[in-house]
């Protein structure tokens, strides 16, 4: 298995609601991260994981919040978010943080 | 911070014709790679650039990374339809190892 995957693809919720997006990779990477992607925009880096433990966090708010259950699976927990942050969220894996990232399709969100 | 400079912002490309589009990091990086995006799509990897000097070729892509391993270019020959989308290059630190992106080169190709 080569591919980062990442659920759902869309996602549309209100401002008080919860609800998580969901990556995993099956190719024995050791770092995986979580970047925000804004249209005609770059990917932003939000968070670093490597080892299963959070090594980078962007300064994020914290209505944003990240898991890294297993090796292999990568969570962002979302609660009471704002209209602006509706974008393209977007997981990557690398074997190393020294090593080519390889991104999912990502879950484009709509906030409303 | 490290900053990513990546002009142009936009190219429109006669099919058939030449283009390139230049990375500028204001630090020394460790490595350099670069990714593209189709419309609607997601950053899909090209290539790593990781030597000073450096030069790769991928059939009509040439990618090289600069002496000082703070610059870049990709350099694209006889441009078709498929190459149409967006170019990030992406340096990464050798100090954290985050990767900063450049702004990204939209190509669009006029048949």
């Known amino acids: 298995d080569t591919e980062v995957t990442q659920t759902p693809k869309h996602l549309v919720m209100g401002m008080t609601n919860k609800k998580s997006l969901k990556c995993e990779q099956h190719m024995g990477h050791r770092a995986m991260y979580w970047y925000k992607q804004k249209a005609k925009k770059p990917p932003e880096l939000m968070f670093v994981y490597s080892y299963e433990k959070l090594s980078i966090n962007e300064s994020v708010p914290s209505r944003f919040s990240p898991e890294c259950p297993n090796s292999s699976l990568l969570n962002l927990h979302l609660h009471a978010l704002q209209p602006e942050d509706s974008a393209l969220y977007l997981c990557a894996s690398s074997p190393l943080t020294t090593d080519t990232q390889y991104f999912g399709p990502g879950t484009r969100l709509t906030v409303l | 911070g490290q900053q990513v400079m990546q002009i142009p912002q936009y190219q429109h490309v006669q099919e058939g014709e030449d283009f390139t589009t230049y990375c500028n990091s204001s630090t020394t990086l460790s490595n350099i790679q670069w990714y593209k995006q189709r419309p609607g799509g997601h950053p899909v990897f090209l290539i790593q650039?990781?030597?000073?000097?450096e030069v790769k070729k991928q059939k009509r892509l040439t990618f090289q990374f600069g002496e000082a391993k703070k610059n870049s270019s990709l350099h694209i020959t006889a441009t078709q339809t498929t190459d149409v989308g967006t170019y990030f290059c992406?340096?990464?630190?050798?100090?954290?190892?985050?990767?900063?992106f450049g702004a990204g080169t939209t190509v669009t190709v006029r048949a």
């Open positions: 650039l990781v030597k000073s000097g």
């Open positions: 992406a340096g990464q630190s050798p100090v954290d190892y985050k990767l900063s």
